[in-house]
């Protein structure tokens, strides 16, 4: 059973930073290309960043230059430090898995002073 476990979340300040962490289990990813996504209320869920199986990235434009991901295959790990924090950044965000569409539970994120 695959499973992929967020966790970094929480309520921060307008320019802050924050770094997300999605395990998985039950599914090698080192092979997949990975994804955060996040939707916000009233919103459709939409693409932050994406990270090929050989590191290769592709950021939103909203984003780009603010938030990094990364990934730790020996952890089985994917990671999304967001800087520069904005309260348009407000979502749930999630990670996915390409291969097989795997997804996260999602992790709360709030930006507001």
């Known amino acids: 059973q695959v499973q992929l476990v967020e966790s970094g979340g929480g309520l921060v300040q307008p320019g802050g930073s924050l770094r997300l962490s999605c395990v998985a289990s039950?599914?090698?990813?080192?092979?997949?290309?990975m994804g955060w996504y996040r939707q916000a209320p009233g919103k459709q869920r939409e693409l932050v960043a994406a990270i090929t199986s050989g590191g290769g990235t592709n950021y939103a434009g909203s984003v780009k230059g603010r938030f990094t991901i990364s990934r730790d295959n020996a952890k089985n790990t994917v990671n999304l430090q967001m800087n520069s924090l904005r309260p348009e950044d407000t979502a749930v965000y999630y990670c996915?898995?390409?291969?097989?569409?795997?997804w996260g539970q999602g992790t709360q994120v709030t930006v507001s002073s």
């Open positions: 996915m898995t390409y291969r097989g569409n795997y």
């Open positions: 039950g599914t090698i990813i080192s092979s997949s290309a």
